[in-house]
């Protein structure tokens, strides 16, 4: 598996305080943000996510990428603010220029709706509006972030959406079993695949899970014992996971260090042991989604 695989997202690197359960550094200053851009490029990756909702993201990583002569060349996805009115032309197209100007790109890679629920629109004037955008030679492809499985499949059967982002991990394997992934191959649409380690929550101390969350504690220790049995750490586990799962599918990381950035490329370049898909899959059958949702916790 190629580093190209895989795609460094930068909530990290946008929101105020971080983002995930598990961060302990908060967001990274400038220069810091800058040296993970460059340890992700140095290593291969080529690929970036975004969104206009991610506090300073997109002008985070626009001064990186310019710093390092890089914006010529990197593959960018950002996503529509879902707070913007989606019907209003102008609105729309203020959004993306905004982007772009932040970004310091001419064009993006994807630009994705934010939310599922934004499908309800789509031939309600929205399509038409994203149609007219990509025509401009502001945007290549059009795309959606979902939450629920079938969110998931409305957006691979509409015409238009090339891209689809959403959750996958350990412990949340909805998708695979509703036949996304399948689907997905089917239509020959991009598969983004985020949350990986569940916001962190996969890489927690058990004794350090909120008690909001307690009812994942037993399966966080189920799985400190499969990493045992395996000779894996609990991220080398996930990381094997999402591979195995959906070879073909771009895996959306993020990190606070430019250490995690090489930390995850080898995770990432770790064999699948024989088996270990099988046993995660009779070890976390059906979680409750009170841990599966994060807005839940």
């Known amino acids: 598996m190629l580093a190209s695989n895989l795609v460094l997202g930068t909530a990290q690197i946008g929101f105020p305080h971080g983002y995930g359960i598990a961060n302990k550094v908060g967001r990274p200053d400038q220069p810091a943000a800058t040296a993970i851009i460059h340890e992700a490029w140095k290593n291969g990756i080529r690929e970036f996510d975004t969104a206009q909702s991610y506090g300073t ?166 799985l400190d014992r499969l990493a045992e049995e395996y000779c894996l750490t609990r991220h080398e586990i996930a990381l094997g996971y999402v591979k195995s799962a959906m070879p073909a599918a771009r895996v959306v990381f993020g990190v606070e260090t430019k250490e995690q950035v090489a930390e995850n490329l080898a995770g990432w370049q770790k064999d699948v042991p024989a088996g270990l898909i099988e046993r995660i899959k009779m070890s976390f059958p059906d979680l409750n989604e009170r841990i599966l949702n994060p807005h839940l916790w």
Do not use: C
């Open 57 to 222: 993201g997109e002008a985070v990583l626009g001064n990186a990428m310019q710093e390092l002569g890089i914006s010529k060349d990197a593959s960018i996805i950002s996503k529509f603010d879902p707070v913007l009115d989606h019907l209003d032309r102008n609105v729309m197209t203020r959004a993306l220029d905004g982007s772009l100007q932040r970004l310091g790109v001419e064009q993006l890679n994807g630009m994705m709706l934010h939310k599922g629920e934004f499908l309800s629109i789509w031939n309600e004037g929205l399509s038409a509006i994203l149609f007219d955008l990509v025509s401009t030679g502001k945007v290549k492809h059009l795309g959606i972030s979902v939450a629920l499985p079938e969110e998931a499949i409305v957006a691979l059967n509409t015409e238009g959406i090339d891209m689809i982002q959403m959750p996958a991990n350990i412990f949340d394997r909805r998708f695979e079993k509703a036949g996304v992934y399948e689907l997905a191959k089917d239509k020959k649409k991009d598969v983004y695949l985020r949350s990986i380690f569940l916001q962190g929550l996969l890489l927690l101390e058990v004794s350090a899970i909120p008690g909001r969350i307690s009812l994942a504690a037993p399966f966080v220790e189920k």
